[in-house]
């Protein structure tokens, strides 16, 4: 899997648009790009992922660069409920298991 | 709701004593993966498997031990309890146990050891 960086920590003010980036510069071809986050006192939750092309769900939206070397995960209007650590995660695409390796993510605050 | 249930919620016990830790998947859903979330070492995957087969195994220790049922449920086995096991421990499940599919974690258990 490949390695992220992700900054520490992000703050946003409620109902404006919030960017998270991502860096996974060693990333393979088939990696896919998985972001997750977890709220307080819960288990991690899905968000969203890709491969190559920007993707988006109700959720969020996944933009992918062109070398896809880094991503955005973009939540378009951030509520107080989205305040939670963000882990973006590049998975070994081609190997036969879906194991989440885990970094430090990004713990985004959102200020009413 | 996540579909993925954990049981205990929460779990106090002694240094040297075992416990089981029990995962039942969302409907459905064929593979099972387990992790431990410390504050020093974050969240850290120990074991996957899918439909009763052990497919990927990560930093668990030894002490540690998984399986998972005909039923399609896991359980997580931790004995010798250290001090230091104290931690979270989700479970996730997915349909097919691949990198493209999205994991749906259950609530956790807590384990404090004494």
């Known amino acids: 899997d490949a390695k992220t960086t992700q900054p520490n920590s992000m703050e946003s003010n409620e109902e404006e648009p919030v960017h998270l980036p991502c860096n996974h510069s060693?990333?393979?071809?088939?990696?896919?790009i998985h972001w997750y986050r977890q709220l307080p006192s819960q288990g991690p939750e899905y968000v969203i992922h890709g491969l190559t092309s920007n993707v988006n769900n109700r959720m969020a939206s996944l933009a992918i660069a062109e070398d896809r070397k880094s991503s955005t995960l973009i939540l378009h209007r951030a509520t107080l409920r989205d305040a939670a650590v963000y882990y973006c995660i590049a998975e070994h695409g081609s190997s036969n298991t879906g194991k989440l390796i885990f970094g430090q993510g990004t713990t985004l605050q959102v200020k009413p | 709701d996540s579909g993925v249930t954990q049981t205990p919620k929460h779990l106090i016990t002694a240094t040297g004593q075992r416990v089981t830790l029990r995962c039942s998947p969302r409907s459905g859903d064929l593979s099972v993966y387990w992790y431990q979330q410390s504050l020093d070492q974050g969240l850290q995957f120990l074991i996957q498997?899918?439909?009763?087969?052990?497919?990927a195994k990560g930093n668990i220790l030894e002490r540690f031990s998984a399986q998972q049922f005909p039923d399609l449920h896991s359980e997580l086995n931790l004995s010798s309890l250290e001090l230091g096991d104290s931690a979270l421990y989700f479970c996730?499940?997915?349909?097919?146990?691949?990198?493209?599919?999205?994991?749906?974690f259950g609530d956790g258990t807590r384990l404090s050891i004494l």
């Open positions: 060693t990333i393979s071809g088939t990696d896919y």
């Open positions: 498997y899918y439909n009763g087969e052990e497919r």
């Open positions: 996730a499940s997915s349909p097919g146990g691949h990198a493209n599919q999205p994991q749906h």
